[in-house]
């Protein structure tokens, strides 16, 4: 581990500069957008997008391990996904299992801990059998949390919790006075997960029903490149750009 931030302290990214590894956020979020039209672009099947996509997945959760970062949250799958041609729908509900066969032995080797967040419900057997393989496998590892948000909603996971605390209150087991921010975080898919640091966005400039709760305080990052081309310099890239800003959360 030593030798990989060393490695990495002496790779330029292509901007400018060494990565500073004093203030390297802890939850990195990423929205992965624009694998159709990167496919379009080059007369593909929208499909040939999201194969092309997992080599990011890949590239990114490397570096993001070799950085320290702690948690890595990937938006995979909406759900308004569902909306999109059956085919590709079908397509998509295949690439966790994909990913999983292609990347878990390395995963394991890198104590990394696979996560999901999202509604199990409606996703097919083969994809939740792949997810229910990879979390059980790498439960006890230590190192980055590879958070995987599929069939995910913000505004249904807090109506959610709006449901099971509003649940509680009738039964007894809260009281209204009980209700505040740290009390809706722990009924959210997040809890035990601190707050993204950074959350980055490729292509478009909208959250688009993602973590709406917990991006209040998150530093916001917009790249112009489709998800497919997103490499390690660009995420690199990004780091960069969070480690300038100063962080007031609402004071001076």
Same mark, same amino acid.
């Given at each position: 581990?030593?030798?990989? @931030?060393?490695?990495?302290? /002496?790779?330029?990214?292509?901007?400018?500069?060494?990565?500073?590894?004093?203030?390297?956020?802890?939850?990195?979020?990423?929205?992965?957008?624009?694998?159709?039209?990167?496919?379009?672009?080059?007369?593909?099947?929208? $499909?040939?997008?999201?194969?092309?996509?997992?080599?990011?997945?890949?590239?990114?959760?490397? &570096?993001?391990?070799?950085?320290?970062?702690?948690?890595?949250?990937?938006?995979?799958?909406?759900?308004?996904?569902?909306?999109?041609?059956?085919?590709?729908?079908?397509?998509?509900?295949?690439?966790?299992?994909?990913? @999983?066969?292609?990347?878990?032995?390395?995963?394991?080797?890198? /104590?990394?801990?696979?996560?999901?967040?999202?509604?199990?419900?409606?996703?097919?057997?083969?994809?939740?059998?792949?997810?229910?393989? &990879?979390?059980?496998?790498?439960?006890? /590892?230590?190192?980055?949390?590879? /958070?995987?948000?599929?069939?995910?909603?913000?505004?249904?996971? @807090?109506?959610?919790?709006?449901?099971? @605390? &509003?649940?509680?209150?009738?039964?007894?087991?809260?009281? $209204?006075?009980?209700?505040?921010?740290?009390?809706?975080?722990?009924?959210?898919?997040?809890?035990?997960?601190?707050?993204?640091?950074?959350?980055?966005?490729?292509?478009?400039?909208?959250?688009?029903?993602?973590?709406?709760?917990?991006?209040?305080?998150?530093?916001?990052?917009?790249?112009?490149?489709?998800?497919?081309?997103?490499?390690?310099?660009?995420?690199?890239? &990004?780091?960069?750009?969070?480690?300038?800003? $100063?962080?007031?959360?609402?004071?001076?």
């Amino acid at each position: 581990m030593l030798q990989k @931030i060393s490695n990495l302290m /002496n790779r330029q990214t292509k901007e400018d500069g060494h990565i500073p590894l004093e203030n390297i956020p802890q939850h990195v979020a990423i929205i992965m957008d624009g694998n159709g039209r990167w496919a379009k672009q080059r007369g593909l099947p929208r $499909v040939a997008g999201h194969r092309e996509g997992m080599k990011s997945v890949r590239e990114v959760t490397r &570096a993001a391990d070799e950085l320290g970062v702690k948690v890595l949250t990937l938006y995979a799958f909406s759900t308004e996904n569902w909306k999109r041609p059956k085919d590709e729908v079908d397509y998509l509900m295949k690439l966790p299992q994909d990913y @999983i066969n292609l990347e878990l032995e390395e995963l394991i080797e890198k /104590n990394v801990q696979i996560r999901l967040i999202g509604t199990e419900e409606g996703l097919p057997k083969h994809t939740l059998e792949a997810l229910k393989i &990879a979390r059980e496998k790498t439960q006890e /590892n230590t190192g980055l949390i590879l /958070n995987f948000a599929l069939n995910y909603g913000s505004r249904a996971e @807090i109506v959610q919790s709006v449901k099971d @605390i &509003a649940t509680k209150v009738k039964t007894g087991e809260l009281e $209204v006075k009980d209700i505040d921010e740290s009390l809706v975080q722990t009924h959210l898919l997040t809890n035990g997960l601190t707050d993204p640091d950074l959350l980055i966005r490729t292509k478009e400039i909208r959250l688009s029903n993602f973590m709406l709760w917990q991006l209040a305080y998150t530093e916001l990052y917009f790249s112009d490149v489709y998800w497919p081309e997103f490499s390690r310099d660009h995420f690199l890239k &990004a780091i960069l750009e969070y480690q300038r800003r $100063v962080r007031r959360y609402g004071s001076v």
